[in-house]
């Protein structure tokens, strides 16, 4: 158990910075990161193909790595095939799910609301969220895809005034509405927290779900000595980053594990 690694999945790099967070947490622990570039962008896909990648991706990683925790790190994955994960692989899952429940209870006056991908956006899942955490509340979904995009493909190489006016200009009809507290509800988001920050009013909230998976991810390897470091000095045993697909976007995956401080592995292939 003491080798095994908490896998961490996402269509692209929008999950590194719930990485980060657990790595904060557990730092005596080894981390695999797998950008699935060859099914980018998963919020923009029926329902059904979305399982299917994802499960057969996720089959590849488990053979691959052997995982002792997978921390699904995307939200449209985790709304569409973590159940079906769970009940196909013996191993823990945690999903990173629209941060609603924390959203609505630390609001106090204005609109809620959720950016996310469509698929997150106008699904079931967040409409069960907002049934049973926001009953009341008048919530209003932002899809914004184009950020998606932009955090996968230019985050890297942006300034950060580039990256604010980005920003601005996709949340344009969020900020013409009454907000109290705005939800990441794309992991790709969390990227530009940042600019979500400078471009919201005074006084809004923002709000993801990294905190909620860290201590998730904590709870669950709670007791396990080999697994959490307790016992011995604690020390970074370091993070790798995989691809999967992605032909031509080695250099910028370097960058990402760069800014990330893991150590670029190259694609992972099925064996």
């Known amino acids: 158990m003491e080798n095994k690694p908490l896998l961490f999945y996402d269509s692209g790099a929008g999950g590194l910075p719930y990485l980060a967070a657990v790595r904060a947490r557990l730092p005596g622990l080894r981390f695999v990161y797998l950008a699935d570039r060859e099914n980018f962008p998963l919020g923009e896909k029926a329902e059904e193909e979305v399982r299917r990648l994802v499960l057969h991706s996720i089959a590849l990683a488990v053979r691959r790595f052997d995982p002792a925790l997978v921390v699904l790190a995307c939200n449209t994955a985790s709304v569409v095939a973590l159940q079906a994960l769970r009940d196909q692989f013996p191993i823990p899952f945690v999903g990173v799910v629209p941060a609603v429940k924390p959203a609505a209870f630390s609001l106090v006056d204005g609109k809620l609301a959720v950016v996310a991908t469509r698929q997150t956006a106008s699904g079931p899942y967040l409409e069960r969220l907002i049934r049973e955490f926001a009953d009341g509340r008048e919530v209003i979904r932002v899809p914004v895809a184009g950020l998606v995009e932009f955090a ?36 790709h988001f969390v990227l530009l927290e940042e600019e979500f920050r400078s471009a919201l009013p005074e006084g809004v909230k923002l709000i993801d779900s990294r905190e909620g998976v860290a201590n998730r991810v904590v709870s669950l390897l709670n007791g396990d000595d080999t697994r959490t470091g307790r016992g011995r000095a604690s020390r970074s045993r370091g993070a790798e980053l995989y691809l999967k697909g992605g032909a031509g976007e080695q250099e910028r995956y370097r960058a990402f594990a760069r800014h990330f401080g893991l150590r670029f592995c190259g694609a992972v292939e099925a064996r």
């Open 152 to 187: 996968e493909y230019d985050y890297i190489s942006a300034d950060a005034e580039q990256r604010r006016t980005v920003v601005c200009r996709e949340l344009e009809p969020l900020l013409a509405e009454e907000v109290g507290a705005v939800v990441l509800g794309c992991t």
